[in-house]
């Protein structure tokens, strides 16, 4: 088993910043990928980023392009989401999700592949 816990989500201005953060437990070398999704009210869960832990690819949705940049600490197995010129339709719940088996590809983007998932932390940008 993996736990992940999220930090860092608050309420923000448009055209703030925030970084995320995703502290991952237990058997985390059994970890292949690791990845943000983020769902809105009366919305369905999406994507935003992610990379495979053994690759140097990095993905992202087109949304978050250029915004927001997904890093990592293997020593401390925390993964972060740095959060720039946010907008009021970046509000949402933000999960860190972790996968038990190698995605490649576009498939680091579906969130039904991942295999442990964090409670969530709610971002809040104002208008």
């Known amino acids: 088993q993996v736990q992940l816990v999220e930090s860092g989500g608050g309420l923000v201005q448009a055209g703030g910043s925030l970084r995320l953060s995703c502290a991952a437990s237990g058997r985390t070398f059994g970890v292949y990928a690791m990845g943000w999704f983020r769902q809105a009210p009366g919305k369905e869960r999406e994507f935003v980023a992610a990379?495979?832990?053994?690759?140097?690819?990095?993905y992202y949705a087109d949304s978050v392009k250029g915004r927001f940049t997904i890093s990592r600490d293997n020593a401390q197995n925390t993964v972060y989401l740095q959060m720039n010129n946010l907008k009021p339709e970046d509000t949402a719940v933000y999960y860190c999700?972790?996968?038990?088996?190698?995605?490649?590809?576009?498939?680091?983007?579906?969130?039904?592949?991942?295999?442990?998932w964090g409670q969530g932390t709610q971002v809040t940008v104002s208008s």
């Open positions: 990379f495979r832990w053994n690759g140097r690819n990095t």
């Open positions: 999700a972790a996968a038990a088996k190698d995605l490649v590809g576009v498939v680091v983007m579906v969130s039904r592949m991942y295999d442990y």
